[in-house]
């Protein structure tokens, strides 16, 4: 795999750190860095699992291949002109084939499972990894310890992979564990980038199982809640559903609203700023009632501009561009 990270602009520019997960975090890391220098990328990791041996890590592999420049622009994850060799000898061998990993996708958790197996954290591991392939943003897990995001549903407990990918998140959520959570600690260099920004973004990711386990490593939260940062979030609710994944159901599922208002409910006191998609106006002054300040503006990213647009629009809204 090569590819080169998106350009940053020269000269000062503030430090901003994101909390993030799954693809439209990562669209939205990518937009930050064409624009700022210092961004750090707090990544979620309770949907980790380990499948023929390896650890896989999708939304850290995510982030990661969009800043590299590398990831399949079809889907948001993956690898660009990837092949399905390995896979496809494995069905032939008789393995369960529903978790889809490329070939190149392989090397990178071949040497995540090598590296930790020799006793190194998953911080450094990943850093090793993103600076192989040209990423100039610095890339945290949000801890070394194992934590696993675990579904309750009407059909039974499910692991995070197994009902998204296996069943195609097409069952009802009526709970959600974050197992491990408690003995977690937050990887070297989360709490200093939550405390030292000039900005903390909070992507349009899953509330619940991308941003929510972020926030449910001990001390991650009071550190977002007290940094002395200007704290901008977009929501992942665009005119009553989903841009992309399970969030709707979810928030529908346990009990909320699913709507940018039903987000600003969950991240308030965690907030200074919603952005807000055009559609979804008229839910601005319920979510100002809230003492969140809103952005309204084209939320939905599409290609590397459209990203870095709304990027820019975000710093400005905090007051940083």
């Known amino acids: 795999m090569t590819g080169s990270q998106d350009q940053h602009v020269p000269g000062a520019s503030p430090t901003v750190t994101v909390l993030a ?40 592999d995510t982030v990661m291949y969009t800043l590299a420049g590398v990831a399949n622009p079809a ?11 390995a896979l496809g000898a494995m069905q032939r061998l008789g393995e369960p084939t529903w978790f889809t990993l490329g070939d190149r996708d392989l090397a990178t958790h071949v040497l995540r499972t090598d590296r930790l197996r020799q006793g190194r954290p998953l911080s450094a591991v990943t850093a090793e990894l993103a600076a192989a392939l040209g990423v100039r943003a610095r890339l945290l897990p949000m801890t070394d310890d194992r934590v696993a995001t675990i579904v309750e549903t009407p059909a039974g407990t499910l692991g995070f992979q197994e009902y998204f990918v296996a069943r195609r998140h097409q069952d009802e959520v009526v709970g959600l564990t974050f197992d491990g959570i408690d003995a977690a600690r937050p990887a070297p260099g989360v709490l200093a980038a939550l405390a030292d920004a000039d900005v903390v973004v909070l992507a349009p990711s ?11 490593v001990p001390g991650v939260r009071a550190a977002l809640a007290g940094t002395r940062a200007r704290r901008v979030g977009v929501s992942p609710i665009v005119a009553g559903d989903a841009l992309k994944g399970p969030a709707a159901d979810m928030l529908r599922g346990l009990g909320h609203e699913v709507s940018a208002l039903g987000v600003a409910r969950l ?36 290609g590397p501009e459209d990203r870095e647009r709304l990027a820019r629009e975000l710093l400005v809204a905090a007051g940083a561009a």
């Open 75 to 85: 889907t948001g994850w993956g690898v660009i002109d990837e092949t399905y060799e």
């Open 21 to 60: 997960g799954g693809v439209g975090g990562a669209k939205l890391a990518q937009g930050l860095a064409r624009c700022v220098e210092d961004l750090t990328v707090v990544v979620n990791t309770a949907d980790d699992v380990e499948l023929y041996g390896l650890a896989i890590s999708p939304d850290l």
């Open 267 to 302: 991240y308030q006191g965690l907030l200074d700023v919603l952005c807000i998609d055009e559609q979804d106006r008229e839910l601005a002054a319920p979510i100002e009632d809230l003492g969140i300040e809103v952005l309204v503006t084209q939320a939905v990213m599409q």
């Open 206 to 216: 899953n509330p619940f199982v991308s941003i929510g386990p972020v926030l449910a």
